[in-house]
């Protein structure tokens, strides 16, 4: 009922900038936080940027200064725009965004992923 959509991804310069995007759809009532996760090959899958709904963001250090998340609450989208992207950045990129599918005293919040895109900069 829910799906996320990463864009975006592909293969860049050392040094270059990337913008990633990612749409929400389906059956949403309300959004909380969003966020962006990445998962370099043998590694775990590592948050570096969030983002609540009042607008408050939180970064990992590694891409402090160089990354910027941002949402959009009318179009259910998040962003993240990369600069000066080094090869230490190469990895899959995910989406993920707790969201209620219905109202109420108690709503229904739950984590989705999107599928993934990958980032690969080239030294």
């Known amino acids: 009922q829910v799906q996320l959509v990463e864009s975006g991804g592909g293969l860049v310069q050392v040094g270059k900038s990337l913008r990633l995007s990612c749409a929400a759809s389906g059956s949403i009532f309300s959004i909380g936080v969003m966020a962006w996760y990445r998962q370099a090959p043998g590694k775990e899958r590592d948050m570096i940027a969030t983002i609540n709904s009042r607008g408050s963001t939180n970064y990992a250090d590694s891409v402090k200064g160089r990354f910027t998340i941002a949402r959009d609450g009318e179009k259910n989208t998040v962003d993240l725009q990369m600069n000066n992207l080094e090869p230490e950045d190469t990895a899959v990129y995910y989406c993920?965004?707790?969201?209620?599918?219905?109202?109420?005293?108690?709503?229904?919040?739950?984590?989705?992923w999107g599928q993934g895109t990958q980032v690969t900069v080239s030294s």
């Open positions: 993920v965004a707790e969201i209620a599918t219905r109202g109420g005293i108690v709503m229904d919040y739950q984590y989705y």
